[in-house]
Every structure is written in C-alpha cells, then in structure tokens.
C-alpha cells in the first residue's frame, strides 16, 4: 500500500546550519508528495509541493525536488533558523479525487542560537 | 478568509464516554477532512465528507463516525472511547482537486486534544 518514511528525528542543529530531512515513498500511480509543518500547539501548514517527477518546490527557503526513480523527496534548507524549529511531515497524495493524505511520523527539529 | 477553526480545542473524557469533535471549514471549501495523530505519530485518515455524505474512509471502526452540515461545517463523533482514542484530532477543508495538477491541498485546523482516561 501507500507509505512514506522519514527520517527518524529529532534533529538539533545550529543557527545557520545545512538542514536535509530525508523521506522516501512508496506509491501506485503518479502521487504529489508534500512538505507539511507543525508549531508547537498549532495545525499543519503547508510548506511545499510537488506534482510531477523532477518538479522542485519551495517555500521560505526550504526546497525539495520530486525524485521518481530514487522514490524520494527529501527537504533542504541552506541555512536554518531558530523559528524553524517545528515538526516536519512528508506526505503523498495517491491522485484521487479523495484527496487522502499518507503522512510519514515527522521529524522534530529543533535549532539552537 | 478565515482559515478551518475546531472546538473544543481540550478535553478530557473516560473510557466507554462518547465524544463529539466540531470543525468549521474554510471560506469557500465544500469537503471535510478527518485525521487522527496519536503523539508522536503522523495524522492517519479516518473520513471525508464532501456534499453531506461520508466520501471514503481509513482503517476506523465504525464507532467513529461523523456529519457534515449544508454550511459544510462537520463533526466527528467516537462512541465507547478507549484509551487509544487519546490523541489530536485535525480536521481538514479543502476544494478537491483545485490544486495545481489536480493535488488537493488540504487547509487544517489546530486540532482538538482528546484525553481519555
């Protein structure tokens, strides 16, 4: 079936650090895949898409580019900051008019000045 | 806009209760969404709800169960709680298919806490 799997957290780094949070899927068809955030105490934002192999999104400075033959789609950032500190979801959708989402277990990330 | 805003945003029950959760969805958005995320986990899928009728369900037993309102407001109700029923609950509007290539971009709200003991 429809699974995406993260890297498992947390993840501290510095102010200004290279951020790579890996995910990788597995899917039927031609998914979206998806960067959702979590702040503490709030929802889930969206942070970036992607529809189509080799399409890259982007977003306030993260990046992560659909990758088919590898099956991934792993979030950069070239430098982080203390507000990036949040917990950070993968996620396909298969396609469908549904429009259910498979979410990975999230990253925690936090990021020390 | 206003964004998708749930009630209550805490509470706390014990096993065997019932507990009803309230989502008002987002300006413009006809379809609901349901997610579970227990702690430390990713949201599961419970339902959709798009034009008053529940449209595909995750892995849930059908003591959970929901409504959706002509105002496209919805809530969910889980009846005889257990413990594993403890976790976050969000709620998701969206206008299915808008998005670019067809993805369906979901719009959450801050989640209802449910507690039981």
């Known amino acids: 079936g429809d699974s995406v799997t993260q890297m498992e957290g947390p993840v501290t780094l510095s102010e200004e650090a290279f951020l790579t949070i890996n995910c990788t899927y597995t899917a039927t068809g031609y998914p979206s895949l998806f960067w959702y955030v979590q702040y503490p105490g709030e929802g889930l934002q969206l942070l970036l898409k992607a529809t189509k192999a080799d399409d890259k999104g982007s977003n306030k400075g993260f990046e992560a580019t659909y990758r088919k033959e590898t099956t991934s789609f792993h979030l950069e950032k070239g430098s982080v900051q203390v507000s990036d500190s949040a917990v950070y979801f993968c996620a396909l959708d298969r396609g469908s008019t549904l429009g259910r989402l498979y979410f990975g277990r999230g990253t925690q990330l936090t990021v020390w000045p | 806009e206003t964004g998708v805003t749930q009630s209550p945003t805490h509470l706390i029950k014990t096993r065997g209760q019932q507990v009803t959760l309230r989502c008002s969805s987002q300006?413009?958005?006809?379809?609901v969404s349901w997610y579970q995320q227990a702690l430390g986990q990713g949201p599961q899928f419970i339902f959709q709800?798009?034009?008053?009728?529940?449209?595909g369900r995750g892995n849930f037993p059908p003591r959970f169960s929901g409504l959706q309102f002509p105002n496209y407001s919805s809530e969910l109700n889980v009846n005889a709680l257990e413990l594993d029923d403890s976790a976050l609950y969000l709620c998701?509007?969206?206008?299915?298919?808008?998005?670019?290539?067809?993805?369906?971009?979901?719009?959450f709200g801050a989640g209802s806490r449910l507690t039981v003991l």
């Open positions: 998701a509007s969206s206008l299915p298919g808008t998005g670019i290539g067809g993805a369906n971009v979901l719009t």
């Open positions: 709800y798009y034009r008053e009728e529940e449209n």
């Open positions: 300006s413009g958005h006809n379809t």
